[in-house]
């Protein structure tokens, strides 16, 4: 098993839709969780740290399921901006080491 | 100093030379990361700095890859003897201990091909 898993997708949408991705982890213990954004060709790009309650920014809404190891992203009202890789990133165990799923890929379309 | 800086973009190389691969991260950022990522896949951990300690290195990394951070600033990535295999992305990233807040800051990362 992967220790950071996503499904990569192309996730495929019309502009408006509602769609979400999820990630799991293999570390029962890890603390840190963040999702990253990265564009074709591009550096990835801090999106969101997931705090354990839940956060929100903006149509951006990240979730942590502890008791089943998985994260999601939630993004509303897509925008054909949003077409990009969602990388999901889990500190395994409370590494200082970030640890990178293989990236879910979204494609919005008009 | 607005971001992190990697040095040079692109890079192609024959099979067999060494290459070095340079990284600025930002200047009050005492963590430092090398990554190396390859089409359809996330970024693969290779190494880590703490100012100017290699606290971790991966499995990945062979002994043909070897890295540095003099004075706890720049850092280099070095790779003899290079393969066809090692053509992806190198990545470089940098944070303060604040990682929550603010995350892993990268560079726009060298592109490595081996002809």
């Known amino acids: 098993r992967k220790e950071v898993e996503q499904d990569p997708g192309p996730f495929n949408v019309p502009e408006g839709a509602t769609v979400a991705f999820n990630c799991t982890y293999s570390?029962?213990?890890?603390?840190?969780f963040f999702w990253y954004r990265q564009d074709c060709r591009k550096e990835p790009k801090l999106l969101m740290s997931?705090?354990?309650s839940g956060n929100e920014d903006g149509r951006f809404t990240a979730q942590l399921n502890r008791a089943s190891q998985y994260i999601s992203l939630l993004i509303r009202d897509s925008k054909l901006s949003d077409s990009a890789t969602y990388l999901c990133v889990v500190n395994l165990g409370g590494s200082y080491i970030p640890t990178f799923g293989r990236g879910t890929s979204l494609i919005v379309h008009p | 100093d607005t971001g992190v800086s990697q040095n040079p973009r692109h890079k192609i190389t024959k099979r067999g030379q060494n290459v070095t691969f340079r990284c600025d991260p930002i200047?009050?950022?005492?963590?430092l990361y090398w990554y190396r990522q390859t089409l359809g896949q996330g970024p693969e951990f290779l190494t880590y700095?703490?100012?100017?300690?290699?606290?971790?290195k991966s499995r990945l990394l062979s002994d043909r890859f070897s890295a540095e951070r003099p004075k706890g600033s720049f850092s280099t990535l070095e790779i003899q003897r290079t393969e066809q295999g090692d053509s992806a992305m190198y990545l470089c990233?940098?944070?303060?201990?604040?990682?929550?807040?603010?995350?892993?800051?990268f560079g726009s990362g060298t592109r490595l091909t081996v002809v």
């Open positions: 700095f703490q100012n100017e300690a290699q606290l971790e």
């Open positions: 200047s009050e950022h005492n963590r």
């Open positions: 997931v705090y354990s």
């Open positions: 990233a940098s944070s303060t201990r604040d990682t929550f807040n603010y995350g892993y800051t």
């Open positions: 570390n029962s213990a890890s603390q840190s």
